[in-house]
């Protein structure tokens, strides 16, 4: 084979193949250099003379199912202006790699349609050597998520793994890219974030978070001017676990049938939005009936149902009437469910009306979670920490599935 075949295949030039091996473990090509001119592959400089040379072999693309690997000669070259001695440079592979440059560009478009397993498979090449492929390639690109354009973030902890293993993270909800990834939860995971939002001189508009104290600290201490919104899922679902240990108390007062048997297994019905109730299981009748038999339970979810109108008021003006009007309803109700609510909420006042301000919510975030989840039922366990980050802040560029 002339150099020619050579550069047609794989785009080599300036080598001839001086010998062919083929085994059962595939093709290997025994390749000379051509009259090249050595030069020193730091300064670039020609001043050199040889040390002598080292034998390097590299795995380019398969053929024919075949894996082929280059086998060469590779000079060391002692530079006379720099003063060191190196192996000279390759121009079809980078410094110390096993792979050629094409290798890693195919590897690399088959990671956005195939698992890292698959393509190690199909190339021929270890698992490692994709896996650290890849991660170059996300760490070049998402390793620094760039924060000085930030404006309105989310922040929400996420359970990972089995047991209670916890990330802190944070959306950029303008591009919806993640842009920081804390160890735990509460406040201190947010602490490097801060940090760096202050080095990047972002100027941060709003922020979404749950409305637990931890957040209210940190938001207020780290980003003053920022408008806090608290999320409206997160006062719904607060809401409706307090609802729910309200119906089961009922349940555990209320003395013998018909009560007892009509809350039996209502915890549901009160809990989904009725837009929802499955009409062909009965469920709306179910409820209605419970509601019927039950005042205190059915002023509760009403008032429950009504409150989630507060997010769908057209102005804040409007916003700090209905609310005050709720709460005032509430506390007349007297029921301590909705007496405790209503005095969580006037405490939380300027979070729940700040949604008036700026309607955002970490809404954005639950979908990252679920792809992480995805990301994390795949085999590997990512024991490999870092590159289980770098996963999770290309997540929102991951244009086909979320493949290993
Ligand atoms: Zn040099």
């Known amino acids: 084979m002339s150099s020619t075949p050579l550069y047609r295949a794989f785009g080599i030039r300036d080598y001839q193949v001086v010998r062919t091996a083929s085994s059962k473990a595939g093709l290997t090509l025994h390749l000379r250099q051509g009259a090249a001119r050595d030069r020193c592959s730091a300064c670039q400089s020609v001043n050199v003379i040889r040390h002598g040379t080292v034998e390097r072999t590299i795995r380019t693309l398969p053929v024919g199912g075949q894996s082929v690997d280059l086998c060469l000669p590779v000079p060391r070259l002692g530079c006379r202006d720099c003063g060191l001695v190196r192996q000279a440079a390759i121009r079809f592979a980078r410094p110390f790699r096993r792979l ?4 890693e560009r195919y590897a690399l478009d088959l990671l956005g349609h195939m698992t890292i397993q698959a393509v190690a498979e199909h190339l021929k090449v270890g698992w490692d050597a994709i896996k650290d492929l890849f991660k170059c390639r996300l760490q070049a690109r998402f390793g620094q998520p760039k924060l000085k354009r930030l404006k309105r973030i989310a922040i929400d902890e996420i359970s990972v793994g089995h047991g209670h293993r916890y990330l802190t993270v944070v959306l950029d909800l303008n ?66 676990e307090r609802l729910s240990d309200f119906r089961r108390d009922l349940q555990r007062e209320a003395e013998g049938p018909p009560g007892k048997t009509v809350l039996k297994g209502t915890r549901w019905l009160i809990l989904k939005n009725p837009e929802n109730l499955d009409e062909a299981r009965g469920e709306r009748t179910r409820l209605e009936e419970a509601l019927r038999i039950n005042q205190p339970l059915a002023t509760a979810y009403y008032m429950k149902e009504e409150f989630r109108h507060f997010w769908e008021q057209d102005n804040l003006k409007d916003a700090t009437r209905f609310l005050d009007d709720w709460c005032r309803r509430a506390e007349a109700s007297k029921l301590s469910v909705l007496q405790k609510t209503a005095s ?15 309607p955002i919510s970490t809404g954005p975030l639950q979908g990252v979670n679920n792809k992480i989840k995805t990301l994390q039922r795949q085999a590997y366990g990512y024991r490999d920490q870092e590159f289980f980050h770098l996963r999770i802040y290309s997540i929102h560029r991951a244009k086909y599935e979320l493949v290993g």
Request: with cysteine.
């Open 100 to 103: 050629t440059h094409a290798l």
């Open 175 to 240: 591009t919806g890219a993640v842009v920081f990834i804390g160890q735990g939860k509460g406040a201190d995971a947010l602490n490097p974030f801060w940090k760096r939002l202050r080095a990047a001189h972002a100027k941060i508009h709003a922020v979404a978070t749950d409305m637990s104290p931890a957040y209210l600290f940190a938001v207020r201490e780290n980003l003053p001017k920022a408008v806090h919104v608290f999320d409206h899922f997160h006062v719904v679902k607060l809401f409706n």
């Open 344 to 358: 969580s909420f006037q405490m939380h006042r300027t979070g729940l009306l700040n949604y008036h301000r700026c």
